[in-house]
């Protein structure tokens, strides 16, 4: 599986974190939720855990949709 790639984000005055991928936003966590964004970014590997926290991570079930009878023919 490929690795997460192209996220960023901003920590602002107010506490609030935008995160970014590839220059769109992609979230934006305020209060209690930023917090424990950033400290897991800090503890962890900050494109995987910004990947997890924005939704845009595989679910290892692509390939099986992709070959069902259904969508073979898009």
């Not at 917090?35 to 924005?54: I, K, N, P, S, Y």
Request: charged fraction near 25%; hydrophobic fraction near 35%.
């Amino acid at each position: 599986m490929p690795r997460p790639h192209g996220f960023a984000y901003a920590q602002h005055g107010d506490g609030t974190v935008v995160v970014t991928h590839h220059g769109r936003e992609a979230a934006t966590l305020r209060g209690g939720r930023a917090a424990r964004f950033l400290a897991e970014v800090a503890a962890g590997d900050g494109q995987l855990v910004m990947a997890r926290w924005t939704g845009a991570y595989k679910h290892g079930n692509e390939r099986t949709a992709r070959n069902h009878p259904r969508n073979r023919g898009r």
